[in-house]
């Protein structure tokens, strides 16, 4: 399940990257374990600083805030049920220079979902100008070479 690291860090998904600097801070200085004796009146619930240091560390990339938030829209929609249409990987071009699937959405924008995304199993994509979303249909491969030796026997 996609943590919200903007709830976790407390601060709009439209805040600016200094905003949400601050809050990462201040929360750092609220949750760090040598401070929460002092601060425990002050905490309603803890938060673990393993997840204020991931959040911060997402959302302080500009490439990794884009990808994170096009993947909780993804993921909100999914949860409406407001997927728009069901792509097979097979149907989509590869561009091997970006190691990404990409395919054509009915508004001229484009669906594209990279490798390490499949490999992390994401299957739904936002497309890049409009806010339709489809479901890529995929099968993991599972290499099963590496058990076998040239004569096909197991190790």
Request: aromatic share 6%; glycine share 4%; hydrophobic share 30%.
């Amino acid at each position: 399940m996609l943590k919200d690291y903007y709830a976790i860090l407390s601060v709009s998904q439209d805040a600016s990257l200094s905003e949400i600097k601050l809050q990462y801070q201040k929360l750092l200085l609220i949750h760090h374990p040598d401070k929460q004796q002092q601060n425990q009146s002050v905490l309603k619930e803890a938060i673990p600083l393993q997840d204020i240091k991931e959040a911060w560390e997402c959302l302080r990339q500009p490439s990794q805030r884009a990808f994170y938030d096009s993947s909780l829209k993804a993921l909100r929609l999914r949860a409406n049920g407001q997927v728009n249409d069901d792509i097979d990987l097979d149907d989509m071009d590869y561009n091997e220079d970006s190691g990404a699937y990409s395919a054509p959405c009915r508004c001229s924008g484009e669906y594209v979902i990279s490798e390490e995304e499949l490999e992390l199993g994401v299957d739904t994509v936002v497309c890049s100008t409009c806010s339709l979303i489809v479901r890529i249909h995929y099968e993991v491969e599972t290499d099963r070479d590496d058990d076998n030796d040239s004569d096909g026997n197991n190790k």
